[in-house]
């Protein structure tokens, strides 16, 4: 495992997340932005987890299939299955003329979705190695 790889996963996917909540913030909503980028963020920290347990990503935006390949290594992945796969759909297709509306609620959930995440007490504990391999203790 590349401790630097795996760092550069999670930070690109904190700075989706980071966008996602600014763009959430600002005062003309740009709703399918905000879910593009978190499902980013949510591809970047599976992703980020499989680099971690020295598994090469497919070069995929599926979330539902990324987090697949992450339960068969912990089942607590398992636990945002749904998350996965509603988010997956904005992975890509939100960033073409569009086929459906994205809501409110897309927006909230989707946020919250990262959050979950993000929450997960496995990547969290992945996040303090990260810290304490920049700082040596």
């Known amino acids: ?6 760092k550069e996963w999670f930070m690109i996917a904190d700075d989706d997340f980071d966008s996602a909540k600014i763009l959430n913030d600002a005062v003309k909503k740009h709703r399918e932005i905000i879910c593009y980028h978190c499902s980013q963020a949510i591809e970047k920290y599976l992703k980020g987890y499989l680099v971690y347990n020295d598994i090469v990503p497919e070069r995929t935006h599926n979330l539902y299939y990324l987090n697949t390949v992450c339960s068969e290594i912990d089942k607590v992945f398992e636990t945002i299955k749904k ?11 939100v960033r073409y003329p569009h086929k459906y509306e994205v809501t409110d609620g897309d927006v909230k959930f989707s946020i919250e979705a990262v959050e979950k995440i993000r929450n997960i007490e496995l990547l969290k504990n992945i996040r303090e190695e990260i810290i304490k391999s920049d700082t040596g203790i």
């Open 1 to 6: 495992m590349n401790i630097k790889d795996v």
């Open 83 to 93: 998350e996965c796969a509603v988010l997956t759909r904005f992975s890509s297709d």
